[in-house]
């Protein structure tokens, strides 16, 4: 496929370079730290993929030799699907990718990470350890909790075999988070709790308000000029307009 130039044998001497960047679930991060800590080189740059920050940012200041320098990082993009075969050389191009150093940070290391995310056509954004993982619990990982409670609900349901031959194209891409990898997401919300019962909390009670306007509705023969299918109308049109606006800042 050409995406290797060389496969080591080992990760001490995978830990050589000049940067390495430890793409892993978030709990085998550690670990790898251990493990690779004595081959690093003076000066080299040590930088992640993980989905969260502050407590890899910690491992780091624990298990890092003083002689490197840690940055880490978060590339915004990512597939349900995992694996070689299904790599694409353009995943991160035009994507956020979020360079977290710790406080005193040698700024040329931070540099070399901003630029090995320009280099992968990201758009690096600089931000803290504990911002992100409040950030990412809300834009990332609460979209993968909910895809997965509603795969729970409909998918995994006894009654779904008889209505899965009318299921559309609305399911599949509402559910398809919950089609990624498990141990991945069981890692970040282990290291993301509270910030993810926070954001679970904020869905619920939204849930909440929505379950409320739909049992207010009055029946279709009496819903032209009632107040309950007004309030029905302006939820979906505010909720249209606002994330219509969001994907032409993105744009």
């Not at 795969?151 to 006894?158: F, P, S």
């Amino acid at each position: 496929m050409g995406a290797v130039d060389d496969a080591l044998a080992s990760l001490v001497d995978a830990a050589t370079g000049e940067i390495v960047v430890l793409a892993l679930p978030v709990l085998a991060v550690r670990s790898i730290m251990e493990a690779i800590g004595p081959a690093l080189q003076p000066g080299c740059v040590v930088t992640d993929a993980a989905s969260t920050k502050v407590d890899v940012e910690r491992w780091a200041a624990a298990l890092l030799p003083a002689h490197v320098q840690w940055v880490g990082g978060h590339p915004m993009a990512g597939k349900e699907t995992a694996g070689l075969e299904h790599a694409e050389a353009t995943l991160f191009r035009g994507r956020p990718w979020c360079v977290v150093p710790p406080d005193g940070a040698d700024p040329r290391a931070v540099e070399r990470v901003h630029q090995l995310a320009l280099d992968t056509g990201a758009h690096p954004i600089e931000i803290d350890a504990q911002g992100h993982d409040r950030a990412v619990a809300a834009v990332s990982h609460l979209p993968f909790m909910a895809a997965a409670a509603l795969a729970r609900t409909v998918i995994d349901a006894e009654s779904f075999e008889a209505i899965a031959r009318i299921a559309g194209t609305g399911l599949r891409d509402m559910t398809r988070l919950a089609s990624g990898d498990p141990t991945m997401h069981r890692d970040i919300v282990l290291t993301n709790r509270d910030n993810v019962v926070r954001s679970l909390e904020d869905y619920l009670s939204v849930l909440q308000d929505a379950l409320a306007i739909v049992r207010a509705l009055p029946t279709p023969e009496e819903a032209e000029g009632s107040a309950a299918t007004e309030a029905l109308g302006d939820y979906f049109a505010r909720l249209k307009a606002t994330r219509d606006a969001w994907l032409d800042q993105r744009c």
